[in-house]
């Protein structure tokens, strides 16, 4: 196996908010069964990471609150919600988080929650930078095409390396990867995060417009969903709306200090699912991309399944809403 990448400045993972979130951010049919067991397997996962490289990331299944802050708020949360949540009062909800007492009511999804994303891919980098079987190669991939039996993947210096399987993980630069057809679909969405001194928050909390995430000795707050090409910066209004939208959700976080804002590009398709499993036209190349918005959500029980299919053995989940060639 060879792990062939370059850094691009916007990548999303180390962007990402890092929120589990399946009850909230929901698919239907068996793209939602994917996402639930994809949450359902992250204590297992981190406990291999812990002990494979000595990293602890910390996980929070405390579940995720959709917080209403209007009447109207309360009556759509309450129409919406699944049989599996909970309808907290403004005293409960108060009593679980006190820095939610302005809201008139939460719905509590549990087992959602938040995991520390930039802790993860530390772990991970580790984790491939000690391993001997995954040598890695820095490069920008420009071509793939099929060579005989195998793949041919032509880099950006001219190099190429040849392999029976490529799999396809280029975030939202697929598109300028010349033979891999379906990466046509997949477009870069920017989102601009904000992070404050943690006001206390110990769940993750949705608003009618944003979302606050606790996460070490931060409070982070987003997001904008842009179509502005690729590039990653912030903007004055971009970050402006994100501090509006968290304090909506929770006014005193206007008097907690900004320690710092950065943005990062999705990467997005159509219909917000990713593109999992082989060519049609070419079975050697797989597809493991367009994770949209809940790329680290699904990041870890997407390796198993493409782990299963690149050695030849079923998948083991319904990935048919996820067919590359859909669009
Ligand atoms: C602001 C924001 C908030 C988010 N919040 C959440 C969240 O709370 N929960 C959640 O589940 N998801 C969230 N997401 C989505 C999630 O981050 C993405 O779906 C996921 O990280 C995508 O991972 P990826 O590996 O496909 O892409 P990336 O992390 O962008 O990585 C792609 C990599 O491929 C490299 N590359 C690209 N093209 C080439 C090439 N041709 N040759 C060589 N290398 C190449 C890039 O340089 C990069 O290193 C968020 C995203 C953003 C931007």
Same mark, same amino acid.
């Given at each position: 196996m060879i792990l062939v990448g370059d850094r691009r400045l916007g990548e999303a993972s180390p962007a990402a908010a890092g929120m589990l979130a399946p009850s909230?951010?929901? !698919?239907?049919? *068996?793209a939602h069964d994917f996402a639930i067991a994809a949450r359902d397997l992250f204590p297992e996962y981190l406990e291999l990471l812990e002990t494979e490289t000595g990293v602890a990331v910390s996980l929070n299944r405390r579940g995720v609150l959709q917080v209403a802050v209007t009447e109207s708020g309360v009556k759509g949360l309450r129409k919406a919600a699944l049989p599996s949540t909970e309808w907290l009062d403004r005293n409960e909800l108060t009593r679980l988080e006190p820095v939610l007492s302005h809201a008139l009511g939460a719905v509590l999804n549990p087992n959602d929650g938040c995991v520390d994303n930039i802790a993860m891919l530390a772990a991970l980098e580790r984790l491939v930078a000690s391993s001997d079987r995954v040598p890695r190669v820095e490069g920008w991939v420009t071509k793939v095409s099929r060579h005989g039996n195998d793949q041919r993947v032509l880099l950006g210096s001219g190099e190429a390396l040849y392999a029976a399987r490529v799999v396809?993980? *280029?975030?939202?630069w697929g598109s300028s990867i010349d033979g891999a057809a379906w990466l046509r679909f997949v477009t870069p969405s920017r989102g601009q995060l904000v992070a404050y001194e943690s006001i206390?928050?110990?769940?993750? #909390?949705?608003?009618p417009r944003g979302y606050l995430v606790p996460r070490g000795? #931060?409070?982070? !707050?987003?997001?904008?969903?842009e179509s502005v090409g690729f590039d990653a910066a912030t903007? *004055?209004?971009g970050v402006a709306k994100v501090n509006s939208a968290a304090e909506e959700i929770c006014p005193a976080i206007s008097a907690a200090r900004v320690s710092s804002a950065w943005a990062g590009l999705r990467p997005v398709t159509p219909d917000m699912l990713p593109?999992?499993? *082989?060519?049609?036209a070419n079975p050697g190349l797989?597809? #493991?991309c367009g994770h949209s918005r809940n790329g680290i959500l699904l990041g870890p029980l997407t390796g198993e399944v493409i782990a299963s299919l690149v050695a030849g053995e079923p998948a083991g989940h319904d990935l048919s809403q996820f067919r590359p060639d859909r669009f």
């Open positions: 909230v951010e929901r !698919a239907s049919g *068996p396809l993980a *280029p975030g939202a206390g928050l110990r769940h993750v #909390a949705y608003g000795g #931060a409070t982070i !707050a987003g997001s904008t969903m903007t *004055p209004d593109l999992l499993g *082989p060519d049609p797989l597809y #493991a």
